[in-house]
Each structure stands twice: as structure tokens, then as C-alpha cells.
């Protein structure tokens, strides 16, 4: 088992550049040591293959605030809890995209893990657009409704949204 508060400067580090308020720092870092606790096994192979493990850490936390960020602005103005939604390949607006990635570079096999990983690494515009078109299944006009948005930009940051996943994929084969 790995000590995860030799990452407390670079959950710190994170907390500022998303501009975490003060008053929900300390839950915020707290769940952050969760999310390093749960991804052990991966940061002590990183800890062992790289000095990367502090740049993976940062990651985990980066996402999770993200992902926090947006299942609370999505519950906004309803009294219900909303249940965390995930990504699975066999669904198959899911798949057809998995396909049209994987078409250019020959069979790549993508697990759920590693797919909500990935749309939680883009930018927080592209992760919104993309979060809501295929794991939601809003339209291109629902969707630029909700977010106030125009139909063309929802467009045009969905396809840099695939871009940025193209890239992420090609990188870590």
C-alpha cells in the first residue's frame, strides 16, 4: 500500500488551478486521498515505471473534482438525488463511437473504466457536450439548450471532444 499524502502538495496544487472554494477544499482534498487510495495499484506501477506517479495523482483528483462539478451542476433545481450515471460499451450510441475510433487504428478494445477515464480528461466544455450527447443521449439541439449554446458550437466542441479522445487512446498504446 502506498502512502497518498506524499501527494497532498499536488492535490493542493490541483484544488487552486480549478479554483476549488476555500470552504470546500478540505472535503474536496479528502476525497481526492479516496480516489488515490482506490487507484494503488496503479500509482505504485507508476511510482515503479516513472517519476510520472505525482502527474497520474494530479489527474485522479483533477477528474474527480470535474466529475463532482458536474453531477452537481446537473442536480441543480431538483429536490431528487441524481444517480451517477456510467458508461458502458455494449450501449450503442457508446459503441458506434468506440468503432469510429478504433477504424483508423485497427481493433482497439476500450474498457468502461478506461473510456469514462478518458472523457473525464477533456477539457471541461468538451466533457459537458460529450456527457451530455452520449452518455445522457441528448440531441445536438437539446444539448446546446441546456447549455446554453448554440447548435453549431455544440457541433464543433463535440468534434474536438472526439479529437482530444483520438489522441488520449493513440497515446496510451
Known amino acids: 500500500m502506498i502512502d497518498v499524502t506524499k501527494y ?4 493542493q496544487t490541483v484544488l487552486e488551478s480549478l479554483k476549488v472554494p476555500a470552504q470546500q477544499r478540505k472535503d474536496s482534498a479528502q476525497d481526492c486521498y479516496v480516489a488515490l487510495i482506490e487507484a494503488t495499484d496503479h500509482l505504485e506501477k507508476k511510482d515503479k515505471e516513472s517519476p510520472n506517479d505525482m502527474r497520474y495523482a494530479a489527474r485522479i483528483c483533477r477528474n474527480l473534482i470535474k466529475r463532482k462539478w458536474s453531477l ?3 442536480a441543480m433545481g431538483r429536490d431528487a438525488e441524481v444517480p451517477i450515471q456510467t458508461l458502458s460499451a455494449s450501449t450503442p450510441r457508446i459503441a458506434r463511437e468506440i468503432a469510429k475510433l478504433s477504424a483508423s487504428k485497427g481493433s482497439m478494445i476500450v474498457s468502461d473504466e478506461e473510456l469514462y477515464t478518458a472523457i473525464e480528461s477533456l477539457p471541461h466544455d468538451q466533457f459537458k457536450v460529450i456527457y451530455s450527447l452520449y452518455v445522457e443521449g441528448n440531441t445536438h439541439i437539446k444539448t446546446a439548450e ?4 448554440t447548435k453549431s458550437r455544440v457541433w464543433t466542441i463535440k468534434e474536438h471532444g472526439v479529437e482530444n479522445l483520438k489522441r488520449y487512446f493513440e497515446e496510451s498504446i
Open 72 to 74: 452537481n451542476n446537473h
Open 8 to 11: 497532498e502538495s499536488v492535490i
Open 146 to 149: 441546456i447549455l446554453g449554446l
